[in-house]
């Protein structure tokens, strides 16, 4: 179990709460939550979350589909999505959780 602030994710069950409420993701929304919570503290850049959850080459376009599905994840975790607290954007660089 790993949590940060009202958002715990059970890794072994693969389920994820927020506020104490179960929230459904789509397989690729937990993939990419996953992910950033096992490098929690380090900054994941686009090309990194894309080869891991996709498992395939990072092209050119591949940054803008990363970057819907993680605004369709911080729509179900974040209090606020247009101003996140757990899954911020470190401008230039990529996605961090701390």
Excluded: C
């Excluded at 891991?52 to 209090?79: A, C, D, P, Y």
């Amino acid at each position: 179990m790993i949590s940060v602030g009202d958002l715990e994710v059970d890794l072994s069950g693969h389920s994820v709460k927020y506020q104490g409420s179960h929230v459904s993701l789509t397989d690729t929304e937990y993939a990419i939550l996953e992910h950033l919570m096992k490098r929690r503290g380090n900054t994941v850049t686009a090309a990194e979350l894309y080869e891991s959850v996709w498992g395939e080459k990072f092209l050119s376009g591949s940054g803008n589909t990363v970057m819907v599905h993680v605004l369709n994840l911080r729509r179900k975790i974040e209090e606020n999505p247009s101003s996140p607290k757990i899954i911020r954007t470190v401008w230039g660089k990529g996605y961090q959780i701390d």
